[in-house]
């Protein structure tokens, strides 16, 4: 008799591992059937010792064991896979269950075959690709070229699935047949089909995949490649969201495959290891910043009838009003009306009273209502409603801000075809392609949007970002990058041709910025440089790595004690309101990437904390 750790691979069950005992020879990486409050699951075995070793601390154990189900799959994951996804789930604090269960879908569960690692590989080496995305793909053909000549597959994969889309019909012309797909909106019948097609294709395949660990099913596996490696949308989502770039590139090197990073500009962490010449470049980074991006200060003198739009963007939407041609992009950061509403005498915001963040103004059914994009919570102004200040009881409440709704409702007086996108208005997936269609197909038209729109837009005639202004408001450390990434990816998407030179406009109020000054400048080298000598000096990523934990209503006394025990490291205390703290511990990346027994102890400490290492949002 075996007695087993399992990690449940399962939503919603609040363990990272459970103890069953099995009389069958049961092994670590094998996949077995659990019971969890009579709830039937799937569970990977983490620890298998025999009885008899654990027989003493058996006998005074406050619990029973339970017996395990059956062996479902012998050895699903070999000791290089999981030896990497162990290693990962060290690295990033998350439970090594969780993390399966991300990245291999519900779907492949009835088909799951034991998971293999590349024989014969070249070699890992992280390989870097800084270009235009019309060049990535170029040059992605001519990748895919060379590893069918070499027998070899290859797997890209995409933060989206819109992205994933895009690229296939870019990639899949005359391979049709040895193209697969792998992502979470694959019907059961389509997923099995590639998986079908993954497991007994014997030819080389080109898999396109959002982060999965299924394209390890293949043994013949010789590159990894991760497309627009900038994207946030690479973190899972949740409160505990972490990196699944990193895990890829953990798989990559268990599999001793290259690892190629594609992005029109990649991420600081690596250009960090081309400086360091940890990675390697495929081609000579392109810095050179040849977007035609017109920054228009809104001052006075730029200003016009509209509260949202300078004077050269009314121009352009004007005349394409009278020539009845052109589609334009107009991008806001915020949906619903207006995202933050203020008392004029005394200043207070109005703020959600459940946890603090600012109503945002939204009109549902025709009532506007204030909306908490936090905890959702609801305030509708009815016509006999009047909104007074929480704080001082004033009634002269002014709403400020730009959001897609407000710019909806104040350029319909223009007469010209209005198309939102936003995830208010188009919150599935089937309704942003319906209404990018129809924007597409119309003769002419303004589509408005947020990240979401700009995700899906190809090509447009001009783009206005009408404001990223309140970006620098959030107290996040990659806004800049994150700046420059949209920035440069909108004006990849303006048309330049003969008739239209191609419009990228930039409404600010805050033209002084040096990031706002930077975008216009002909190489964006230096902007790298002077980003990752800002992080170094404030002890943040890539050169560090930042543990953030929460608490509720900490004793004095016991976060004396995490103090002392977190010495030598660097530890910030921020109060969230509400009883909540956060905890930020900074550690240097090189030690807390090659020292287990740091990240054992660290976790020890902030265990209570809900830890996550490197969160996308610092005060979120």
Not at 49 to 57: P, V, Y
Not at 295 to 301: A, G, R, S, Y
Not at 353 to 360: E, I, L
Not at 456 to 482: A, M, N, V, W
Request: proline share 4%; hydrophobic share 35%; aromatic share 8%.
């Amino acid at each position: 008799m075996k007695v087993l750790a399992v990690a449940p691979l399962a939503s919603g069950i609040p363990y990272e591992e459970l103890s069953y005992f099995s009389k069958d020879d049961v092994e670590v990486g094998d996949l077995i059937e659990i019971n969890v409050k009579r709830r039937n699951c799937r569970g990977l075995v983490i620890e298998a010792e025999k009885a008899e070793e654990d027989r003493q601390s058996l006998r005074h154990a406050n619990f029973n064991l339970k017996k395990c189900g059956k062996i479902i799959n012998k050895h699903l994951l070999p000791a290089p896979i999981w030896n990497a996804l162990f290693y990962s789930s060290s690295f990033l604090m998350t439970s090594l269950g969780s993390m399966l269960y991300d990245l291999i879908s519900e779907k492949s569960f009835a088909t799951l075959t034991p998971f293999l690692t590349t024989t014969n590989g070249a070699g890992f080496e992280i390989l870097l690709l800084q270009e235009s995305y019309e060049n990535r793909i170029t040059r992605y053909k001519t990748t895919i070229r060379e590893s069918f000549s070499k027998k070899r597959s290859l797997v890209i994969f995409f933060p989206t699935i819109i992205d994933l889309e895009y690229a296939k019909d870019a990639l899949s012309k005359g391979i049709e047949n040895y193209v697969i797909t792998l992502h979470g909106s694959l019907t059961d019948k389509q997923m099995k089909q590639s998986l079908t097609t993954l497991n007994k294709d014997n030819h080389p395949l080109l898999i396109l995949s959002t982060p999965s660990l299924l394209p390890w099913e293949r043994g013949d596996l010789g590159l990894v490649v991760i497309e627009r490696e900038h994207s946030q949308y690479y973190y899972t989502h949740g409160e505990n969201g972490y990196d699944m770039r990193f895990v890829i590139e953990r798989l990559a090197h268990a599999s001793n495959i290259p690892c190629l990073l594609g992005s029109n500009m990649l991420s600081l962490r690596a250009h960090l290891l081309f400086k360091k010449r940890d990675a390697h470049e495929v081609m000579p980074l392109h810095f050179r910043n040849d977007a035609p991006i017109d920054v228009i200060p809104m001052t006075d003198e730029n200003k016009s009838a509209s509260p949202y739009l300078s004077r050269k963007t009314l121009s352009v939407l004007h005349t394409a009003k009278q020539e009845k041609k052109g589609h334009y992009f107009l991008y806001s950061h915020r949906k619903g009306m207006y995202p933050t509403t203020i008392c004029s005498d005394c200043g207070t915001i109005f703020a959600c009273p459940t946890c603090n963040r600012p109503y945002v103004l939204h009109k549902i059914a025709g009532v506007r209502t204030y909306l908490c994009h936090g905890c959702e919570n609801i305030v509708r102004l009815e016509e006999d409603t009047t909104l007074a200040c929480r704080h001082c009881g004033g009634w002269r409440m002014q709403t400020l801000g730009i959001a897609t709704g407000g710019v909806e409702e104040e350029l319909k007086r223009l007469g010209i075809p209005l198309f939102l996108i936003d995830g208010e208005h188009t919150n599935t997936k089937a309704k942003v392609k319906k209404v990018y269609k129809e924007w597409q197909d119309s003769k002419y038209g303004v589509l408005i949007g947020t990240e979401m729109a700009h995700n899906i837009i190809e090509k447009c005639d001009g783009i206005t970002i009408l404001s990223l202004d309140s970006l620098f408001s959030l107290p996040e450390y990659r806004t800049d990058e994150k700046i420059i990434n949209l920035v440069t990816e909108m004006a990849e998407k303006v048309n330049v041709n003969i008739d239209n030179d191609g419009r990228l406009i930039l409404q600010t109020r805050l033209k002084n910025m040096p990031i706002i000054k930077q975008l216009t400048g002909h190489s964006l080298l230096d902007v790298y440089n002077t980003l990752l000598s800002e992080r170094d000096q404030l002890l943040l990523p890539p050169y560090y790595v930042v543990i953030k934990a929460s608490f509720t209503n900490l004793p004095d006394d016991i976060r004396t004690r995490m103090e002392q025990e977190l010495e030598p490291y660097v530890v910030e205390w921020f109060e969230a309101g509400r009883g909540i703290t956060l905890l930020f511990v900074h550690i240097k990346e090189t030690e807390w990437a090659n020292q287990k027994v740091v990240r054992d102890r660290l976790r020890r400490i902030v265990y209570d904390g809900n830890p996550s290492v490197n969160p996308l949002h610092f005060f979120i």
